[in-house]
């Protein structure tokens, strides 16, 4: 079993409708969950880190963390084309380290 | 100095060759991550450097990798005898130890394709 896994996708959404990415994990000692864009031949960009339970919201993203569900999503609302990308989950181990998802890719249909 | 470089940018080589990749931190940053990521896949975290100290190694580098950090500033990564199954974006990152909850910042990564 990954330690964090993604739906892969690939996801369509309408521009203008909310775009829902999810997360799930393995390893209870996790403390802080991260989502990075990535655009096709770039690099991951951080858009978003949550550490406590429930919601954290940041202009368009809102970022969800259900600890005992061992849960996290990303909502986009208002999706527009620019946020077609691939969207990597990743869950912070106990060394500062990283785990990534294999990444759900999304596409914004105009 | 703005962030993560990493260089070359994008490397073909030959099976069999070396090849040596280089990354610069941001310079107050103390850890160094290297990660691979394939086609399809997320980054697969490889190895990572605490000041010029290499603190893990996963399984995934094989004896043929070696990365180094010399006085805890820059590091390289080198792959000896490519194989095509190396063809990846190799992936450097860093951040301050006990930032914990700021995450990572990326580099460009380096392409590399192994023919």
């Known amino acids: 079993q990954k330690e964090v896994e993604q739906n892969s996708g690939p996801l369509s959404v309408p521009e203008g409708a909310i775009a829902s990415l999810n997360c799930t994990y393995s390893?209870?000692?996790?403390?802080?969950f991260f989502w990075y864009r990535q655009y096709s031949g770039k690099s991951p960009e951080l858009i978003m880190s949550?550490?406590?339970?429930g919601d954290k919201e940041d202009g368009r993203f809102t970022a969800q963390l259900n600890k005992a569900s061992q849960y996290v999503s990303l909502l986009i609302r208002d999706s527009q084309p620019s946020d077609s990308a691939t969207y990597l989950c990743?869950?912070?181990?106990?060394?500062?380290?990283?785990?990534f998802g294999t990444g759900t890719r999304l596409t914004i249909i105009p | 100095d703005t962030g993560v470089s990493q260089n070359p940018r994008h490397k073909i080589t030959k099976r069999g060759q070396n090849v040596t990749f280089r990354c610069d931190p941001i310079?107050?940053?103390?850890?160094l991550y290297w990660y691979r990521q394939t086609l399809g896949q997320g980054p697969e975290f490889l190895t990572y450097?605490?000041?010029?100290?290499?603190?893990?190694k996963s399984r995934l580098l094989s004896d043929r990798f070696s990365a180094e950090r010399p006085k805890g500033s820059f590091s390289t990564l080198e792959i000896q005898r490519t194989e095509q199954g190396d063809s990846a974006m190799y992936l450097c990152?860093?951040?301050?130890?006990?930032?914990?909850?700021?995450?990572?910042?990326f580099g460009s990564g380096t392409r590399l394709t192994v023919v």
């Open positions: 390893d209870r000692g996790s403390q802080s």
């Open positions: 990152a860093s951040s301050v130890i006990g930032t914990r909850g700021f995450g990572y910042t």
């Open positions: 949550i550490y406590s339970n």
């Open positions: 450097f605490q000041n010029e100290a290499q603190l893990e």
């Open positions: 990743a869950g912070e181990g106990g060394n500062e380290k990283l785990t």
């Open positions: 310079s107050e940053h103390n850890r």
